[in-house]
């Protein structure tokens, strides 16, 4: 199976032309010298966190990495997730490393790099009678969030569309600034399930796992992961996607994707969930 570092073929086509890679011109484009900024909702276990006074977890012991390729230190800025686009459109930071979906709306804003293949599960509390397993069985309940995903446009599609058409009961969505406070929503049976994403939910089962339960028995949504750069800031999309490459092919990356469980997207992935924007 090809793992991240084909991701740098099909995308550096008619993007890098014959730059050096990592040359004085793309360092005029970070925001600040020897480093790359980075805005992250650290509140996304297993993804992005904090350890104590640390930020942690895959994305950024990822951005640790491809960050010593280019030679610079990588820089993690905690913000919230709804913040993290128009924080990046302002120049707060050079790229978003927030386990970001890649859709085509994101798309017409920001440009975005694939980095993972990722898709939602559903939480539900142990025990419980209403153990949901595809999104058409969220109709007529009432089911937590994390505000701004991509998937919750989704969900309104699907109440409107399928939902209500067949008398079967709007889904009733409630949004929360956290992942975190959409599962103690869960947990005070604010909400009746949690959808989020399927690392994060198996991240729930490791701490929580004698009070939910993932009740989804397959990936809902699949889609990729992606790194948000500015429009317009190829410098900084180039350095990023040569950093890939390059760190892609160390015994390091092999190792940070055994230790989180997860796989580079292949090609063919690639190409089939990479929207159009």
């Known amino acids: 199976m090809n793992t991240i570092r084909s991701i740098a073929r099909p995308l550096a086509l008619g993007l890098l032309g014959t730059a050096m890679a990592f040359s004085s011109v793309a360092a005029q484009a970070f ?124 969900l309104q599609k699907l109440s409107e569309e399928y939902c209500v058409k067949n008398g079967k009961g709007a889904i009733q969505i409630s949004e929360y600034g956290t992942d975190p406070q959409t599962t103690q929503a869960l947990l005070a049976r604010a909400v009746e399930a949690q959808i989020t994403d399927a690392a994060v939910a198996r991240g729930l089962i490791e701490k929580l796992g004698n009070r939910v339960q993932i009740s989804s028995e397959t990936l809902i949504y699949p889609v990729l992961n992606g790194f948000g750069v500015k429009k317009g800031n190829d410098e900084v999309k180039t350095a990023l996607i040569e950093a890939l490459d390059t760190y892609s092919k160390t015994p390091e990356y092999e190792a940070l994707l055994k230790k989180y469980n997860f796989q580079a997207p292949t090609e063919a992935e690639i190409a089939e969930l990479m929207p159009k924007p």
Not at 89 to 118: C, H, W
């Open 31 to 154: 925001q600040q010298p020897g480093k790359i900024t980075a805005g992250s909702d650290m509140t996304f276990y297993p993804y992005e966190y904090m350890e104590g006074n640390k930020p942690a977890g895959f994305d950024i012991e990822l951005l640790d990495g491809l960050a010593k390729v280019m030679g610079r230190e990588a820089e993690h800025i905690d913000t919230r997730f709804p913040n993290l686009i128009t924080g990046l459109q302002g120049g707060r930071f050079d790229i978003t490393n927030s386990s970001m979906y890649i859709t085509a709306e994101r798309l017409k804003v920001i440009d975005m790099v694939p980095y993972l293949k990722s898709g939602e599960a559903i939480i539900a509390l142990k025990g419980s009678d209403y153990q949901p397993k595809v999104p058409e069985d969220f109709c007529g309940h009432k089911i937590g969030s994390m505000g701004a995903t991509s998937w919750l446009q989704q």
